[in-house]
């Protein structure tokens, strides 16, 4: 299994919960993560192309879906691989700036990836 964390994450518009996981994707991969993350694009994944379902197979993956339909959660399933980690956004939760609350959601993402590394390393 490769060192380096897939992404996938919700990539609807419907709900404010869709644009907080896009956020805290890019939080991971621009800012807190960049040399241990890949996003990998939903669409592209559900239409089952070849080279996003490989590189999830061959990664450890994490799913950030906006709303209970857990469509980033579901796609990993339905091609039998299994998210090491998930979170799903709650609204109700996102108070005031919904940046600073998806900076908060990328920090837990972080700390996971951190306490799972030295797990792997023991």
């Not at 990664?59 to 709303?67: K, L, W």
């Not at 090491?84 to 109700?92: F, G, L, Q």
């Not at 700036?97 to 030295?118: G, N, P, T």
């Amino acid at each position: 299994m490769n060192e380096k964390y897939a992404i996938i994450s919700c990539s609807g518009e419907e709900f404010l919960g869709g644009t907080v996981t896009r956020a805290i994707a890019r939080f991971l991969v621009e800012s807190l993560a960049c040399d241990r993350v890949v996003l990998t694009c939903l669409p592209l994944f559900l239409a089952e192309k070849d080279d996003e379902v490989e590189f999830d197979r061959s990664h450890r993956c994490i799913s950030i879906d906006g709303c209970d339909k857990r469509c980033a959660l579901n796609a990993l399933k339905i091609n039998c691989i299994e998210a090491v980690y998930s979170m799903v956004i709650n609204e109700d939760e996102i108070k005031g700036d919904y940046k600073e609350f998806a900076w908060k959601k990328a920090m837990e993402i972080k700390r996971f990836m951190e306490v799972e590394s030295k797990c792997n390393m023991e």
